[in-house]
């Protein structure tokens, strides 16, 4: 692995600050797997080098005391893509009084290394979790889009978080998803989309802290085709308690 990056900051007036930079990165991946499992023998040698190369110009403004924006623009150029990527990124900050505070998030990313689910056999206990890279062909360039809107209440003992997001990705292989099925290996257009809502609540006490959560979540997903099916850790409802 080997990475740098150079950046430069530049105050216009105290309430305007500029930031760009470039930024390089490079991952070898080495994957040499050689197992049996009953009749079942497995043996492969793979090798991935991803690069990165990125420029980018990020920008803060204090419009008000109250009111904050950032903004970034990131060119990005992977050496498994002949096309460059353009990535915008943008954060919103409005607060109410010292308790109330909102937050607005939109941003687009991609990488090229991640994790993939890999079937050692059919049988579902039989399968790895191993590292690779994006080389141009089954395993393409995961992309990224976000969005999400918050509010903050913090006031002394108490603290009520509420967020909204959805999210796309797309350039997803069939084992990103945990499918071991051999037949989806060569389906590489694969998407992913999700929107939910998390609500946070903490109380503390003299002698401790509790909380509470709750989140919805509808998450699909879409393999070669437009056809969308619920996502295999989709959990609509879900609620925690703690204390400590």
């Not at 915008?88 to 090229?112: A, V, W």
């Not at 976000?146 to 069939?174: C, H, I, M, Q």
């Not at 393999?223 to 879900?238: K, V």
């Amino acid at each position: 692995h080997t990475s740098f990056e150079t950046s430069l900051e530049y105050p216009i007036k105290e309430s305007l600050i500029f930031h760009t930079g470039l930024d390089y990165n490079r991952k070898q991946i080495f994957e040499k797997e050689s197992q049996s499992f009953r009749e079942e023998k497995t043996d492969r040698q793979e090798q991935y080098d991803t690069q990165m190369l990125a420029l980018f110009v990020d920008a803060s403004y204090l419009l008000t005391p109250e009111i904050q924006l950032e903004t970034g623009l990131r060119l990005q150029k992977y050496n498994t893509q002949e096309t460059l990527l353009l990535e915008p990124r943008i954060r919103f900050q409005y607060r109410l009084g010292n308790r109330l505070t909102f937050h607005s998030i939109y941003e687009q990313k991609s990488q090229n290394a991640f994790q993939i689910q890999e079937a050692i056999s059919q049988s579902l206990e039989n399968q790895n979790q191993i590292w690779v890279g994006a080389n141009g062909t089954n395993y393409p360039i995961l992309r990224s889009e976000k969005w999400a809107l918050n509010a903050n209440y913090n006031f002394e003992s108490t603290l009520v978080d509420l967020e909204f997001f959805t999210s796309k990705n797309s350039g997803l292989n069939a084992s990103l998803f945990g499918f071991l099925n051999t037949d989806l290996e060569t389906f590489t257009d694969g998407k992913f989309r999700a929107n939910g809502i998390n609500t946070l609540l903490r109380q503390r006490f003299t002698s401790g802290t509790a909380w509470i959560s709750y989140t919805y979540l509808d998450a699909e997903q879409s393999l070669a085709t437009n056809q969308w099916f619920p996502a295999n850790f989709s959990i609509r409802n879900q609620v925690s308690l703690g204390g400590q």
